[in-house]
């Protein structure tokens, strides 16, 4: 499984091709901001929807957290060294040479599109920002960073955890939704003039 995972590794690594020009530039911005998106997306939905709305991002934020949580602690028990640790490929971006697997890029992407995907009234949203999400896998492979079994990983990580709030964590959704509504009128009632 290992060779498989280098093998294609270096298929889909800036080596492959030409590394430089355009390309190069595109995946590094893939790679290394456009997973800031889902949460400025999660904080969209909390400030301009309803009860429904902030339900639905509180969850997908849960989501991502505990998927984030539980990939902290697989790179922890079994710390995969990065491809350029190995010395494979190209690297494109500095990176420490931490965990590799799962990738926290994709583990918090994914569990914040499968955490949407479990609303019923943003499925659609979240399974298509889930599909989205092979984009910037793409893209931590072929900067160097990841081999391609980490974004497996992530992605399997991402739905355990999903599943998990959406089965057992929708008392403490709808709790944490309320509590960070009564927060926030606390603050703006302290902020607003009159």
């Avoid at 072929?142 to 081999?147: D, E, I, T």
């Amino acid at each position: 499984m290992e060779q498989l995972n280098q093998q294609l590794f270096l298929l889909l690594n800036s080596g492959a091709g030409h590394p430089g020009g355009w390309r190069s530039h595109l995946a590094v911005f893939l790679a290394e901001w456009l997973v800031w998106a889902l949460p400025a997306l999660l904080l969209h939905l909390w400030f301009k929807g309803d009860f429904r709305v902030k339900k639905a991002a509180v969850g997908a934020g849960l989501s991502a957290v505990l998927a984030l949580s539980a990939g902290g602690i697989i790179g922890w028990l079994h710390p995969h060294p990065r491809p350029f640790a190995l010395g494979l490929g190209h690297l494109l971006v500095s990176h420490a040479p931490d965990a590799s697997l799962p990738s926290d890029h994709l583990t918090l992407w994914w569990g914040i599109a499968l955490g949407l995907a479990c609303s019923p009234h943003w499925r659609k949203i979240g399974l298509l920002l889930t599909l989205a999400g092979l984009v910037p896998a793409w893209a931590r492979i072929y900067v160097g960073v990841h081999f391609p079994l980490d974004m497996v990983a992530a992605f399997l990580v991402s739905l355990g955890a999903s599943q998990a709030i959406r089965l057992y964590g929708r008392t403490g959704v709808a709790r944490a939704t309320l509590a960070g509504m009564h927060v926030q009128r606390l603050l703006l009632k302290r902020h607003v003039p009159g």
